[in-house]
């Protein structure tokens, strides 16, 4: 099996010879035999027959993995209702904007002028915790009251409503007939001023 180096001895007998081997590896091998008696006289080898060992190591298919389960649709989360009246003033405890309750909304006050020109104390104010804040809805800026007279950077002043619009008024006569005085006028920042509506031209 190795080319004639090594050779297996078998039994003969009146019918012939037979050899139970052990396969070799894959690939193509030549077979020979040669008969010897018991003078020790030995033939010349057969020119043998070729054969060709396939033993490929056997592949197992892997099975088609399950098709993942689609994941649940999230709840949509539902508004938690506060659990202050309207009118309510709350704050953190970390920070000092304080803030009304206004129709299920915290709608902070943006000076402490804005907050005494409501009418608010401090004393009135409660502390939230962060996860009540969390849950809440943030409103806009509280302005000043209805009836108070406004400006900006701008010469025109403007007459708060009571939905917490602005309407312009277009002249003194105006002015006056709404019972409104010149020193009373309250300057705005800007940033503060664009919180309140146009609701066009007061009467």
């Known amino acids: 099996l190795d080319g004639g180096n090594t050779w297996m001895p078998t039994t ?5 010879w037979q050899y139970a ?11 020979q035999s040669r008969a010897s008696d018991w003078l020790g006289k030995v033939e010349t080898p057969s020119a043998g027959i070729t054969v060709t060992v396939a033993s490929a190591t056997p592949t ?8 993942p389960a689609t994941p649940a649709t999230p709840a949509t989360p539902t508004a938690t209702a506060l659990p202050w009246a309207n009118g309510t003033l709350v704050k953190t405890g970390s920070s000092s904007t304080v803030y009304m309750v206004v129709n299920g909304a915290l709608r902070p006050f943006t000076s402490a002028a804005v907050f ?9 104010i409660q502390t939230a ?21 406004i400006k900006g950077s701008g010469a025109t002043v403007y007459l708060v409503t009571a939905d917490g619009g602005k309407q ?8 006056n007939k709404l019972g409104l005085k010149i020193s009373n ?19």
């Open 129 to 149: 915790t962060a996860d009540q804040f969390a849950a809440a809805t943030i409103g806009r800026p509280v302005g000043y009251p209805a009836g108070t007279a």
């Open 168 to 175: 312009g008024i277009p002249s003194m006569a105006v002015f």
């Open 21 to 31: 081997w052990t396969v070799p590896a894959s690939g193509t091998i030549t077979i």
């Open 12 to 16: 003969l007998t009146s019918t012939g």
């Open 60 to 67: 197992t298919t892997p099975a088609t993995p399950a098709t």
């Open 185 to 203: 006028i309250i300057q705005v920042n800007d940033g503060d001023f664009a919180n309140y509506a146009d609701e066009g031209v007061a009467q």
């Open 116 to 124: 005494h020109a409501n009418g608010k104390k401090f004393t009135d």
